[in-house]
């Protein structure tokens, strides 16, 4: 293999199988496929077996506090997948969909890499089956109808200083956060401060990945929360009827996507919050559609465990009853590096391993506090040196915990193949016995605290009067029940981004708190959190290139 290949190089030389021939390992017959094209299908919701639910084996892939180039999370989640069914095991792979904002800016496209990924790359990394697209637009809708109903009257009352209710867009531009609409005269609606965020942090992101049904789905739409009435008094997407009309822009979105991974496995590619706004997490589902249809089901969370694994095991998990068996840590050399001070990550460096090992500790520490013992995957980078792999095995070790390399990005399945061993022979044990950190009923500030000390290592929790007034008006409201969806830089274990390593002797402080009544979570916002990020410098997008016969390269 040539391991110098790009991804789209690897993914565009692979044959890809028509989605039938996908569909019959999963002993689906191809008239249940909702086709769009060759190679991808949506699947109706009717495949849902609750018992069946119930009796597969759900694997979580989470990770170390990553560098900004991400520590490959989707590409082990594909790798483990091929692994598991190179040893026999049906299994599925359950992952978000890229957003676009990611794809042409820094990180990249989100369909895994090397020989370990999800096909048909470049559709599934662009447009894929319009599901952003949809999610979009019932999002504008709502912000149309909202500044309509304040243009013909306003018979709700509606302050036009309290609309929480923002447009969004899936793509990086630092230029519509904030904005001024209304402009131009009377027939051009009304004046008033606006924005947009990036499509991913909408709340119909959110329900859509929380949603069981499609009256599931109506119903947790008609309870967003868009503002207040004059008299400070809750309006919601109800009151204006939207509920409805956006239900139908999503009635296909809500269908999660069939494709397959380089070695023809299937892979389930749905929904696509980001996990430091968000919960982080593919959809309820097609979770469950994955286990309805396979006996092992990979997926994954957001950057580290301290964002999207937490929110996937306290929100996602205990609202759809699942119970997830393994959880795998990723962790590659250049983040230990990184977190152990070592500004060029690239640059082989035995002490910061050594140092930067702190950072992985806390976050198998916090796995544990699930009742979870995890596993260790070694994500393998080139330049990576058998000294610094030895290093992690044998510190992981000291604390009974399995470090396994992970070589799927060279070799594909067959560089999973003692990880998803390990997988199954955890599994088989029945040792993990998974179980929240917190009870949804405890008091907001309860909650906040308990994350906050448990998984950030933080001594404690301090609050803005905005955040307190918030809390204050949410408990009024009758909403404090709800779980907890932390908004935190990625970066660090604490709210300072600047912080590597494993941060001690540190406050969190709570700037805003948020209220997402149709998703059913609470948002206290820490640091500065950016909802419409930016280009860099160089976006991704200038490296890349289409040709006349359509031939797209330098998508990553």
Same mark, same amino acid.
């Given at each position: ?41 949506? #699947? ?15 694997? #979580? ?44 800016? %820094? ?96 709340? !119909? ?25 004059? /008299? ?100 590659? %050399? ?69 470090? %396994? ?13 003692? #990880? ?18 917190? /009870? ?20 404690? !929790? ?32 604490? /709210? ?11 406050? !969190?402080? !709570?700037?805003?708190?948020? #209220? ?41």
């Amino acid at each position: 293999m040539n391991q110098y290949k790009s991804d789209i190089e690897i993914a565009n030389a692979n044959k890809i199988l028509n989605i039938k021939k996908i569909a019959r390992k999963l002993d689906l017959d191809s008239s249940v496929l909702e086709r769009y094209g060759k190679y991808k299908a949506k #699947l109706p919701l009717s495949l849902i077996d609750d018992e069946k639910v119930k009796k597969s084996h759900l694997i #979580l892939v989470s990770a170390l506090t990553p560098t900004p180039a991400g520590e490959g999370k989707t590409t082990v989640s594909v790798g483990l997948a091929d692994g598991l069914n190179k040893i026999g095991k049906k299994t599925t792979v359950v992952l978000r969909e890229p957003s676009l904002g990611p794809v042409f800016g %820094i990180k990249g496209g989100a369909a895994g890499g090397g020989y370990a990924q999800v096909i048909p790359m470049e559709e599934i990394n662009l447009h894929f089956t319009g599901d952003f697209s949809a999610v979009e637009k019932a999002n504008n809708l709502l912000s149309a109808l909202i500044d309509n109903h304040i243009h013909f009257k306003n018979e709700l009352r509606i302050d036009v200083r309290q609309i929480f209710w923002k447009r969004v867009m899936d793509m990086n531009d630092r230029s519509l956060r904030n904005i001024t609409i209304g402009l131009g005269g009377k027939t051009d609606g009304v004046p008033r401060m606006d924005g947009f965020n990036i499509t991913p942090a909408s709340e !119909v992101m959110a329900i859509l990945c929380l949603a069981n049904s499609l009256d599931d789905l109506k119903q947790k739409l008609g309870n967003i929360l868009i503002g207040l009435n004059l /008299d400070g008094e809750p309006i919601y997407a109800r009151d204006l009827k939207a509920e409805n009309a956006m239900t139908i822009l999503l009635k296909d979105a809500i269908k999660p996507n069939l494709v397959q991974t380089l070695e023809h496995n299937p892979a389930i590619i749905h929904g696509g919050p980001f996990a430091n706004i968000a919960q982080g997490t593919n959809s309820v589902i097609a979770t469950k559609m994955g286990l309805s249809l396979s006996d092992y089901v990979v997926t994954e969370a957001g950057f580290g465990a301290d964002l999207g694994a937490e929110k996937f095991l306290d929100i996602k998990s205990v609202y759809a009853g699942l119970n997830p068996e393994a959880v795998i840590l990723v962790a590659t %050399i250049r983040a230990l590096r990184h977190h152990g001070g070592e500004k060029d990550f690239n640059k082989p460096n035995l002490d910061a391993v050594e140092k930067g090992f702190a950072n992985l500790e806390k976050h198998i520490e916090n796995i544990k506090k699930f009742n979870i013992t995890p596993i260790i995957a070694i994500n393998k980078f080139i330049g990576d040196t058998d000294e610094e792999i030895k290093l992690v095995i044998n510190k992981a070790a000291e604390l009974n915990i399995k470090a %396994i390399l992970a070589e799927e990005w060279e070799k594909g399945s067959a560089g999973t193949v003692d #990880l998803a061993n390990e997988v199954v022979s955890m599994i088989d044990k029945k040792e993990n016995h998974f179980k929240p950190l917190y /009870d949804w009923n405890l008091p907001i500030k309860d909650k906040i605290k308990i994350i906050a000390r448990e998984i950030y290592g933080a001594n404690d !929790v301090e609050y803005s009067k905005k955040s307190l007034s918030t809390i204050r008006k949410i408990d009024k409201l009758g909403y404090s029940h709800l779980p907890i969806v932390m908004a935190k830089t990625q970066k660090s274990l604490s /709210d300072n981004p600047a912080k590597i390593g494993r941060p001690t002797g540190f406050n !969190v402080v !709570v700037r805003e708190v948020e #209220l997402n009544t149709g998703a059913g979570f609470i948002i206290p916002i820490l640091g500065k959190m950016m909802r419409m990020p930016g280009l860099p410098s160089k976006p991704a997008s200038a490296n890349m290139f289409i040709d006349n016969d359509g031939m797209v390269t330098g998508l990553s």
